[in-house]
């Protein structure tokens, strides 16, 4: 069966970093885009970042642009999210999520159980 175990939150400083990785199993990894989805409290899920089956092509939200830094190790069947100059509004439930595709879409067929980041001074 499909698994994504999400691994790294924490609490962090704003302005600090933190590596997330989600650890995916059950099915052939490098024949998906996958992709990071957040929720903060009390709102909706927020598409956060994606990437390519090889990750020649990552693609992120507006805010995050410049801060957070996709990537995989396909050998390894594991996705990374590299956060850095973390803010307050960044504080949330960070989960991965597989595509249905090669390529990022808005379409996800499964997710992890998440992990919270906490952004707090």
């Known amino acids: 069966e499909v698994q994504l175990v999400e691994s790294g939150g924490g609490l962090v400083q704003p302005g600090g970093s933190l590596r997330l990785s989600c650890a995916a199993s059950?099915?052939?990894?490098?024949?998906?885009?996958m992709s990071w989805v957040r929720q903060a409290p009390g709102k909706g899920l927020e598409w956060v970042s994606a990437?390519?089956?090889?990750?020649?092509?990552?693609y992120y939200a507006e805010s995050m642009k410049g801060r957070f830094t996709i990537s995989r190790d396909n050998a390894k069947n594991t996705l990374y999210l590299q956060m850095n100059s973390l803010k307050s509004e960044d504080a949330a439930v960070y989960y991965c999520?597989?595509?249905?595709?090669?390529?990022?879409?808005?379409?996800?067929?499964?997710w992890g159980q998440g992990t919270q980041v906490t952004v707090s001074s």
């Open positions: 990437i390519s089956w090889n990750g020649d092509s990552t």
């Open positions: 059950g099915f052939t990894f490098d024949d998906y885009a």
């Open positions: 999520a597989k595509n249905d595709g090669v390529v990022p879409g808005r379409r996800y067929d499964y």
